[in-house]
């Protein structure tokens, strides 16, 4: 229950508002390129850092739990820094500034939520506890974009209080990070059970072994894996074609241009009926996100594999940019409509991630390192995505970007389909493992 709940506050600190924070900084007076570079700056900090994060979490012997706090307090603190921008086109280093500190704290808290859920449910019940913890961060996404919206709608013009959300989750989160155990540090790190060299008697479990007895399969090995690869050129791709998309249909929605999509990117503000609209669109994509994530749970339990249902979300990208672009003089409830698909990808992306990746690193001791790696690699395609999708939206206007997510989306397909195995039933059995140092005087020791 306790990874249920913090799951659901930190589903609040995610990037599902970072679209509000567009909107306000456009209704302030910055250009699409400006907004572009701030929310950019927030992902290429993380992608930077979050391999190295990860790492981190492998290694460390401070108490995770603590990490996570501190990730949170200053997620929330850096996000809710917009309320202070003035009027006008200024204040562009306090927003980057804070967008390089949130993209910072944020790094650990993936890496950090996962390393705490392997800990203490281990390799076994590590999937149905990961997709619970899934399921309740996209609650807690359309929760917050509930409340933002709400907030923002009756506060217009002044929506910069709807930002208050986020530092409200994150002290709730806190409140119950204090609930969750701290569980087995080396199995956090996806260590499994070990064999002694002296003869062929398991010699404990890992919550026996201390952290220094045990030795990490080396970077060059997990990172030159061809699963690895697989997984880190599939999901840069799918987000360099899938981040920007929202940004666009946000703006389409809020400008009310929806009818011309050629239009030349100015700034036009943001009318008070289009916030219930973005809202609408989070919403739309989370509970749907909630709904796949319910779903592919099932189906694994069932023995369905990864590698389908993660096709299956990838086809769904090209299919929302076509429809996007199709519908773009039909109205804002089609428009809305396409957030369907963004929801199916989503959920079935966020839900496989973390499977695929301790498919393929259990017994490695580099689950986190690869989880920070893999979520680089996402995280430069999102980053290059809001950024040059919003300055292409700048010169050529919104059709034109979505265009180019629409082909770049067919490359992650393409990619998956022909290099990824299935992996399903293979955790722990296609690595280099990890080992005890020692093994017979550590033997004699215990």
């Not at 910072?104 to 449910?121: D, E, H, Q, R, V």
């Not at 979300?313 to 039909?330: E, F, H, V």
Request: aromatic fraction near 10%.
């Amino acid at each position: 229950m306790a990874f249920a709940t913090i799951s659901f506050f930190l589903g609040n600190l995610g990037d599902g508002l970072n679209i509000f924070q567009g909107i306000f900084l456009v209704n302030l007076g910055w250009n699409e390129g400006s907004v572009g570079i701030a929310l950019s700056l927030m992902g290429f900090t993380a992608l930077v850092c979050q391999t190295f994060a990860g790492d981190a979490i492998d290694k460390t012997t401070f108490d995770r739990r603590k990490i996570l706090v501190i990730a949170s307090l200053m997620t929330a603190c850096s996000a809710t820094t917009v309320m202070f921008v003035r009027e006008g086109n200024n204040d562009h280093m306090l927003m980057y500034i804070t967008k390089i500190i949130e993209g910072l704290a944020s790094s650990f808290i993936g890496p950090c939520l996962a390393a705490l859920t392997l800990a203490c449910n281990g390799p076994d019940n590590f999937d149905s506890t990961m997709a619970n913890n899934v399921l309740w961060g996209h609650i807690g996404s359309a929760t917050s974009a509930v409340l933002a919206g709400g907030i923002a709608y009756f506060l217009y013009p002044d929506i910069k209080y709807c930002f208050l959300v986020i530092g409200f989750s994150a002290l709730l989160a806190i409140v119950f990070i204090q609930f969750l155990p701290e569980g087995d540090k080396n199995l956090a790190r996806g260590f499994e059970k070990i064999t002694s060299d002296c003869n062929d008697t398991e010699i404990s479990e890992t919550s026996k072994a201390h952290p220094s007895q045990m030795e990490a399969a080396s970077y060059l090995s997990v990172i030159s894996e061809p699963k690895t690869l697989t997984l880190c050129l599939t999901g840069f791709f799918f987000h360099f074609a899938n981040a920007n998309v929202l940004l666009v249909l946000g703006e389409l929605m809020s400008r009310g241009d929806n009818n011309n999509g050629d239009d030349d990117g100015g700034n036009a503000g943001t009318s008070r009926s289009a916030i219930p609209l973005v809202g609408g669109a989070i919403l739309l994509a989370q509970a749907t996100m909630s709904l796949a994530t319910i779903f592919g749970d099932k189906c694994t339990k069932q023995g369905i594999g990864r590698k389908v249902l993660f096709i299956a979300g990838l086809i769904t990208l090209p299919l929302r940019c076509a429809l996007i672009i199709g519908w773009k003089d039909s109205g804002n409830g089609f428009l809305l409509s396409t957030q369907i698909l963004d929801g199916v990808g989503g959920g079935f992306f966020g839900l496989l991630h973390p499977y695929l990746v301790a498919d393929i690193t259990f017994g490695t001791g580099r689950f986190n390192l690869i989880m920070g790696l893999t979520a680089s690699c996402f995280g430069l395609g999102g980053t290059l995505s809001n950024f040059l999708g919003q300055m292409v939206v700048e010169k050529f206007g919104h059709i034109i970007s979505l265009a180019g997510s629409f082909f770049i989306s067919f490359i992650p397909i393409i990619i998956f389909t022909a290099l990824m195995p299935e992996t399903l039933n293979t955790r722990g059995k296609n690595t280099k493992h990890a080992h005890v140092t020692n093994e017979c005087e550590y033997s004699a020791m215990i």
